[in-house]
C-alpha cells in the first residue's frame, strides 16, 4: 500500500476548515485551533503515522498510550468484521450476554494477578473509574458500614473526564472548571521525588509520600475512608514513577485501615511496565483494578474494572441487582477486538519482550539524555518514559511561568516527524510495543536532534 496516493486524496485546507466549523476538539482551545489549523492524521502503519501532507511521524506516545501492538493490524480489523456480521450488538443487561463478552472476560482473568476472577465491562476508563466509585460505596454499604465513603486520590493523577473520574484525578485545570471535585474525594500529594523529597533518599521519600496517605486517613476517620485510588506510574501527570518502597507501604496502610486498594491501569494495563499489569511490577495487590486504553490496542473503545474476590464475593452474595451498567458494557465487537489484542501480545511475546528486551534498552538510552544541557532529570520504566527540561542543571533551577519550554519543545518534535508529549516542562513517551531497537536508535536521535533545536531556540528567545 503506497501512502502517498491515499493520502494525496486529502485536501488539507478544506478538512481544517471543516473541522473548525463543526468540531469540537477535547481538551483544546477551539479557537487557537482555528487559527492554526489541526494537523490532519491520515494514516497509520506499525510506529508510524502520517498527516494529510505526506509526512511521516514516528509516533512516540502510541496515539494516547493505547495503540500497544502498533498500527495497521489487519487481524484487528478481520476481528470486528467477523463479528459484526455475526451479531454487531446485544446487551448484557436483562439475563443476556455474548460469546466474545464472556470469551474476554475469562481471557482477562486468565492473564489477571491472582484473586482477580471477574470483569465488568465499561465503555472507556473514565467509566471503569465511575463503576469503581459505585461498586466500592455499594460494597461498603452491604458490609454494613455506609459511612466508609471517602476516596483519597492524588494531585497531579488522571482518572478520565467524566465528572466522577475527574474528580478523583488531580488536575487544577480540570477541577477549576465545573465546580470539582465533587462531595466524598480527598487529595493527597503525588510522590514526585523531584519536587518533594529533597534531601531525602529515593527509598525514604516513598515511604514519606506514603504515610501521607496514612496522615489522610486518620484525619478522614478510617471508618469514613473507602478506597484509595492511584495509577501505578502515573501517566498524565507526566510519567512520574514513585520510589520502589511506595507501592508496598501504600498496600500496608490500606491494609492496617481496611481501606480498599485500587490500582487505575488505564496505562499500565496490558502490558505498558513489562508485566501484564504495573500492580505486579510494583509489588503490590490491589482490591478492584481499571483498564482500557490497551485492553483493545486502542482500535475500538472498551474499557472496564477487575473485581477482586474480596469485592465480587460480597456483590454477588449479598449484593442483589447492581443498578449499573452501560449500553455498550460487554459489546460483542469491541470484546471480539480485544480477545484477538491479547492474542496478538501473546503470540508475539510482546509483554516479556518489554520487560526483557526493549524496555531496558529504551531506559539506558534514554536515562543518558540527561547528559543534554537541558535536561535535568530523566526516567523510563518498561515502555515510558519522562525528563524534565530546566534552566540550570547545576541548581536545577526551572524555566519561568510564562516561557513555555515544553510547548516549544514538543513543536520542534512534531515539525522534526517524532511525538513526544509535553505536561509543563516534562517531555513523555510511551511508544508502540512493537518497536524495535533501531526504531528506538532512530528516536532517540530524533529526541536529541529536538532537544539541541530546543536549546538554540529558547537561547533566540532570550530565555537562557
Ligand atoms: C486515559 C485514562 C483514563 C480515562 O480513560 P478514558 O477512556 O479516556 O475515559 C483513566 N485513567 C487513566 C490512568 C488514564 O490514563
Known amino acids: 500500500m503506497n501512502a502517498a496516493t491515499e493520502i494525496s486524496n486529502v485536501d488539507t485546507r478544506a478538512i481544517q476548515a471543516m473541522d473548525s466549523a463543526s468540531y469540537m476538539h477535547p481538551f483544546t482551545d477551539t479557537k487557537e485551533l482555528a487559527a492554526k489549523g489541526a494537523r490532519v492524521i491520515v494514516k497509520g502503519d506499525g510506529i508510524y503515522v502520517w498527516d494529510s501532507e505526506g509526512k511521516k ?5 502510541s496515539g494516547l498510550w493505547c495503540v500497544n501492538v502498533g498500527y495497521g493490524r489487519k487481524s484487528l480489523a ?9 451479531l454487531p450488538y446485544y446487551n ?3 439475563n443476556t450476554t455474548n460469546v466474545p463478552a464472556v470469551e474476554l472476560a475469562k481471557a482477562i482473568v486468565g492473564i489477571a494477578p491472582d484473586g482477580f476472577h471477574h470483569v465488568f465491562f465499561t465503555g472507556s476508563g473514565s467509566e471503569g473509574n465511575d463503576t469503581i466509585f459505585r461498586m466500592v460505596r455499594r460494597y461498603w454499604d452491604l458490609q454494613g458500614q455506609s459511612q466508609k465513603k471517602t476516596f483519597i486520590a492524588r494531585n497531579n493523577a488522571y482518572h478520565g473526564s467524566t465528572v466522577c473520574g475527574a474528580s478523583l484525578g488531580g488536575m487544577k485545570d480540570m477541577h477549576a472548571q465545573g465546580d470539582l471535585p465533587i462531595p466524598g474525594i480527598a487529595h493527597i500529594e503525588q510522590p514526585y521525588y523531584f519536587e518533594h523529597g529533597k534531601g531525602m533518599s529515593e527509598d525514604e521519600f516513598g515511604l514519606k509520600s506514603a504515610r501521607w496517605l496514612e496522615d489522610k486517613i486518620l484525619a478522614i476517620g478510617a471508618d469514613k475512608v473507602a478506597a484509595f485510588i492511584g495509577e501505578p506510574v502515573q501517566g498524565a501527570g507526566g510519567v512520574i514513577i514513585p520510589p520502589r518502597t511506595y507501592w508496598p507501604e501504600i498496600q500496608r496502610i490500606c491494609r492496617k485501615y481496611d481501606v480498599l486498594l485500587v490500582s487505575d491501569e488505564v496505562i499500565c494495563g496490558f502490558g505498558r511496565t513489562g508485566q501484564w499489569f504495573g500492580c505486579q511490577t510494583f509489588g503490590y495487590q490491589p482490591d478492584l483494578i481499571t483498564f482500557a486504553k490497551g485492553v483493545t490496542s ?12 474480596r469485592v465480587a464475593q460480597v456483590l454477588i452474595e449479598k449484593g442483589g441487582d447492581f443498578n449499573h451498567g452501560f449500553t455498550y458494557s460487554g459489546h460483542p465487537v469491541a470484546c471480539a477486538v480485544a480477545l484477538e489484542n491479547i492474542a496478538i501480545l501473546k503470540r508475539e511475546n510482546l509483554v516479556p519482550r518489554i520487560h526483557d528486551d526493549v524496555g531496558p534498552y529504551l531506559k539506558a538510552k534514554f536515562e543518558a539524555l540527561v547528559d543534554h544541557p537541558l535536561v535535568g532529570i530523566a526516567n523510563a520504566i518498561g515502555l515510558m518514559a519522562g525528563l524534565l527540561l530546566v534552566r540550570n542543571k547545576a541548581t536545577m533551577e526551572r524555566f519561568d ?15 522534526n516527524g517524532v511525538i513526544m508529549r509535553h505536561v509543563g516542562d516534562r517531555m513523555i513517551i510511551a511508544p ?13 536521535a530524533l529526541i536529541r536532534r529536538c532537544l539541541d533545536a530546543t536549546l538554540d531556540d529558547i537561547k533566540a528567545r532570550g530565555w537562557l
Request: hydrophobic share 45%; charged share 15%.
Open 401 to 415: 511561568a510564562n516561557q513555555p519550554v515544553g510547548v516549544v519543545c514538543r513543536g520542534h518534535m512534531f515539525n
Open 298 to 309: 486502542g482500535y475500538i473503545p472498551l474499557g472496564g474494572v477487575l473485581v477482586g474476590d
Open 78 to 86: 478481520e476481528a470486528a468484521y467477523k463479528q459484526m456480521n455475526v
Open 432 to 444: 508502540p510495543f512493537v518497536i524495535t531497537r533501531e526504531q528506538i536508535d532512530e528516536m532517540m
Open 57 to 61: 511521524i514516528l509516533d512516540g506516545m
Open 92 to 94: 448484557s443487561f436483562f
